[in-house]
């Protein structure tokens, strides 16, 4: 599936929006408007909706889907539909891409992924695996992607918060909705730290259907998904189907047999439908191409020859990341965490914008930096 931006994608744009603000976020006719090429076709689908969901006029609805857009923004909120630059391409995998609500970095959702998922209810070794897993994902260079939910999801999701790492929270209650309300810490440093995404623009009435469409999200946004426990019939195994369907690797750690709560990984790799993995190193495979590098266990980043720093502005020393900041923001304005990510998250990040910031060198202006 694919969409053209060309000069009615703004006004379609809008359209979806309100769609997807006034109908179930998942219906048909969002991503339809978005495909549409003509005006006539655009005005004979829109006739065909207003008959059935007694919407208003087309410009009128188009205008409603920009103050809803607006209204997003003015809570730190991004709408991102099929089309959009920061789009994640791996969505166009899904038979209809929804359209999402980011809080955090949208630009994350570009970023190379993997979901680590499982039961609600755990057992004493994948209370031990899940940290090691997640340790080995984020030092391959990946952020680590998952549900936000108790068990599996959670542990995963606080290894990275304990190594000071990106993570992605896939929500299927809305960006506003934390649920359960057990993992706030978790949502919270999300918001600040990656980003809280879900396809849902408000708190559904009842949980249940919505989360089989989150893990589709989940598996969709990630290289690929490692199950660390489930039952058969678990939540887990859909996301492991998703992948499947979506062409991605599906791995599965090695938990104890006779267990019910172990079974549903068990029978995706019997059935061939998953790899079983036993050991750090079968993560081997899911190594990305990426020139930085961290050594496991330290989480310490490859040591890059230093440069003879450059004498500037009031003497101040321009060292890599200040030099790579000062790039950045020569280019267009960015907030705190999008310069962190187009910088490759260095250790010496925030130390680098203070002194920048104390220099003179770059300020901070209604939400962003910029160069003076």
């Not at 006034?22 to 978005?34: G, K, Y």
């Not at 006539?40 to 410009?59: M, N, S, T």
């Not at 019939?233 to 992948?243: C, D, F, R, S, V």
């Amino acid at each position: 599936m694919t969409y053209t931006v060309d000069c009615d994608h703004s006004t379609r744009r809008s359209l979806a929006i309100f769609l997807w603000k006034h109908l179930d976020s998942s219906h048909p006719a969002i991503t339809e408007i978005l495909e549409l090429q003509t005006i006539q076709g655009l005005e004979e689908r829109w006739r065909e909706l207003q008959e059935l969901h007694a919407l208003p006029c087309i410009q009128s609805a188009c205008s409603q889907g920009k103050e809803i857009e607006f209204e997003c923004k003015a809570r730190n909120k991004s709408i991102l539909c099929p089309g959009d630059p920061l789009y994640p391409p791996k969505l166009y995998d899904m038979h209809r891409p929804p359209v999402l609500c980011v809080c955090g970095n949208p630009g994350i959702l570009r970023s190379l992924q993997i979901a680590i998922v499982g039961s609600r209810k755990t057992i004493d070794e994948a209370n031990k695996i899940t940290p090691m897993i997640a340790d080995d994902v984020i030092c391959r260079g990946f952020i680590i992607t998952s549900g936000g939910a108790l068990g599996i999801d959670a542990l995963a999701h606080r290894q990275a918060i304990k190594r000071n790492q990106p993570t992605i929270v896939v929500s299927a209650t809305g960006v506003d909705n934390i649920y359960p309300k057990e993992n706030a810490d978790i949502f919270d440093y999300a918001k600040q730290n990656g980003a809280i995404v879900s396809q849902y623009n408000k708190p559904p009435q009842r949980h249940s259907p919505n989360f089989p469409r989150r893990n589709d999200i989940i598996a969709a946004l990630s290289q690929a998904t490692i199950i660390i426990q489930s039952k058969i019939g678990g939540g887990a195994l859909y996301t492991a189907k998703a992948a499947n369907r979506f062409n991605r690797p599906v791995l599965v750690a090695a938990m104890p047999g006779f267990n019910d709560l172990t079974e549903g990984g068990w029978q995706l790799v019997k059935t061939q439908k998953a790899k079983l993995i036993s050991d750090l190193q079968d993560l081997n495979a899911l190594t990305p191409q990426t020139q930085q590098t961290i050594h496991f266990g330290t989480f310490q980043e490859h040591v890059i020859p230093a440069q003879k720093p450059t004498l500037t502005h009031n003497n101040t020393q321009l060292t890599p990341t200040k030099n790579d900041i000062i790039e950045l923001l020569a280019k267009s304005p960015m907030t705190r965490d999008q310069i962190r990510t187009n910088t490759q998250y260095p250790n010496d990040f925030d130390e680098a914008v203070l002194e920048l910031e104390l220099a003179g060198m770059i300020q901070f202006v209604a939400g962003r930096y910029c160069k003076p």
